[in-house]
């Protein structure tokens, strides 16, 4: 069964700590992608990556980090540079620069 | 630059009656026009789009949209809406070279029994 798989569901994290969000598909989607979703305010991006070893960045990438070591995945690590962390992150991924987009789940991260 | 607005951020409808979700781009040429639903909690589906073939175009679960240049619309609309429409609709837009998506604000469609 093809798509894109995103975990943990939910995320707990104390202030001043890393957290890393998966993000694997099996599409064979050269394109990935993390939107942050902030209530009302649509989805914004962070990271985009449109082949293996090369992403950059998106319109809200400070705090963020990424890494495209393989095709199939896409993960996201949220540092303690990022002043408000608390969101629901989706990951999607696209063949290619005209097609549209296929996403995760979400997950949702909470500081605590 | 390419960007989106949703005219409305929430609208509501009874049960039966027609859902219309209104959708105006901008956009400096041809554009690539995309509407999403996100149910609560849950990542974001397709439900239709346009890319430079029929201006009208159909989706899944009975919805439509019609791409009007002259009014740089694209309007979402049911004939009938069902308990299970109700959810958040995005209105989408590819941006640029690398056709980056831009996302409006959101639409969410409450459905009344």
């Known amino acids: 069964d093809g798509g894109i798989t995103q975990s943990p569901k939910y995320l707990f994290r104390k202030e001043g700590q890393n957290v890393t969000l998966s993000c694997e598909q099996n599409l064979n989607h050269d394109a990935m992608y993390w939107y942050r979703q902030d209530p009302g305010q649509g989805l914004r991006l962070i990271y985009y990556?449109?082949?293996?070893?090369?992403?950059q960045k998106g319109d809200i990438a400070e705090g963020y980090s990424v890494s495209r070591e393989k095709k199939e995945s896409f993960p996201l690590t949220v540092t303690s540079a990022q002043k408000n962390p608390t969101a629901f992150y989706l990951c999607?991924?696209?063949?290619?620069?005209?097609?549209?987009?296929?996403f995760g789940q979400g997950t949702r991260l909470t500081v605590v | 630059a390419q960007s989106v607005t949703q005219l409305d951020s929430h609208v509501s409808v009874s049960e039966g009656t027609p859902v219309l979700l209104r959708c105006n781009y901008s956009?400096?040429?041809?554009?690539?026009l995309f509407w999403y639903v996100q149910h609560p909690n849950k990542g974001l589906q397709l439900l239709l789009k346009?890319?430079?073939?029929?201006?009208l175009v159909k989706g899944i679960n009975g919805f439509e949209a019609e791409f009007k240049k002259s009014e740089t619309s694209f309007h979402l609309t049911k004939p009938s809406a069902h308990m299970s429409d109700a959810a958040e609709y995005f209105c989408?837009?590819?941006?640029?070279?690398?056709?980056?998506?831009?996302f409006g604000k959101g639409t969410k469609l409450s459905v009344k029994p």
């Open positions: 346009y890319t430079s073939a029929a201006t």
């Open positions: 956009s400096s040429y041809s554009p690539s």
């Open positions: 990556s449109q082949i293996v070893n090369d992403f």
């Open positions: 989408v837009v590819l941006r640029g070279s690398q056709g980056n998506l831009i």
């Open positions: 999607a991924s696209r063949w290619g620069s005209n097609t549209e987009a296929f």
